[in-house]
């Protein structure tokens, strides 16, 4: 019924639409993987499950590490979830593990004022008051309105008058 010629086309055909179909198929389930722990990950922050909730943002940034958006809510769970452990040497790696997403962050975005907060709170849980201010103070720069940058520098500037 059909020719050699249109037999061989459509076989050729359907080979390389399934070498794509099977090609694009992991980036498919990447994506959807993905995009499930982001999901995941703002469902365990909202009801404060700060661990899972970091532990998801970390395996969305094994699958895409250039997914800079994810380092600020990622800073925010190590810092909640430093707090929830009492200040134990866990709590400090959290933190210091804060910091370094944020300086990354910085580098890439300095005009957010959010991100200077986050790495400021990391800096006050760490007992670096000095530093700390010196975030707020930069938050409050970059927003004049930053109402909890304002607040936490008082809380900075006030323990640095009582430490001496």
């Given at each position: 019924m059909f020719s050699t010629p249109f037999k061989i086309i459509v076989i050729i055909l359907i080979v390389c639409a399934g070498g794509y179909i099977s090609y694009q198929y992991p980036k498919i389930k990447t994506e959807t993987t993905y995009t499930k722990l982001v999901s995941a990950a703002q469902e365990y922050g909202d009801d404060k499950l700060y661990a899972m909730s970091a532990s998801a943002l970390s395996a969305a940034l094994d699958i895409k590490p250039d997914q800079y958006q994810l380092?600020?809510?990622?800073?925010?769970?190590?810092?909640?979830?430093?707090?929830?452990?009492?200040?134990?040497?866990?709590?400090?790696?959290?933190?210091?593990?804060?910091?370094?997403?944020?300086?990354?962050?910085?580098?890439?975005?300095?005009?957010?004022?959010?991100?200077?907060?986050?790495?400021?709170?990391?800096?006050?849980?760490?007992?670096?008051?000095?530093?700390?201010?010196?975030?707020?103070?930069?938050?409050?720069?970059?927003?004049?309105?930053?109402?909890?940058?304002?607040?936490?520098?008082?809380?900075?500037?006030?323990?640095?008058?009582?430490?001496?």
């Open positions: 380092y600020p809510a990622l800073a925010s769970s190590y810092i909640h979830w430093g707090i929830e452990t009492k200040n134990t040497e866990g709590s400090v790696k959290m933190y210091d593990e804060a910091v370094r997403l944020m300086d990354v962050y910085i580098t890439k975005f300095p005009n957010l004022s959010e991100v200077w907060v986050h790495r400021g709170m990391a800096q006050y849980q760490l007992g670096n008051y000095a530093k700390a201010a010196a975030n707020f103070t930069e938050a409050i720069r970059l927003n004049p309105r930053d109402v909890a940058a304002d607040k936490l520098l008082k809380l900075s500037e006030k323990k640095l008058r009582t430490r001496f």
